[in-house]
Nanobody, 119 residues
Framework: VELVESGGGSVQAGESLRLSCTVS????????MGWFRQAPGEEREGVAI????GGALSVEDRFTIARDNDKRILYLEMHNLKPGDSGMYYC?????????????????WGQGTQVTVAS
């Protein structure tokens, strides 16, 4: 199982980014997938999740999680970015039944991609 994030970078407040997570070893329709964020000195927190059937949730209306099942890529579209959105963004696969924002329930993780939003 391998998850590889990309698409992070340094942007100005109000700009947009699209993060990608290329997945191998998992069928995206078989398990809950999620995006998580960790700022320095903070705990890792859930940003958006998508269940096997495609049902999705995000903590911000500005964020949208999506997937390409054929390419096995999970996306996170982020708009109107704010400095508080800065952090390392991780893609994760749960690998077990259920879908929620608890990072402890996700079994497989990528290495992360950094997002920095300047004011």
């Amino acid at each position: 199982v391998e998850l590889v994030e990309s698409g992070g970078g340094s942007v100005q407040a109000g700009e947009s980014l699209r993060l990608s997570c290329t997945v191998s070893g998992y069928d995206l329709t078989a398990t809950c997938m999620g995006w998580f964020r960790q700022a320095p000195g903070e705990e890792r927190e859930g940003v958006a999740i998508m269940g096997p059937s495609g049902g999705a949730l995000s903590v911000e209306d500005r964020f949208t999680i999506a997937r390409d099942n054929d390419k096995r890529i999970l996306y996170l579209e982020m708009h109107n970015l704010k400095p508080g959105d800065s952090g390392m963004y991780y893609c994760a696969a749960r690998g077990t039944y259920g879908c929620d924002y608890d990072p402890a329930r996700f079994k497989s993780w990528g290495q992360g991609t950094q997002v920095t939003v300047a004011s």
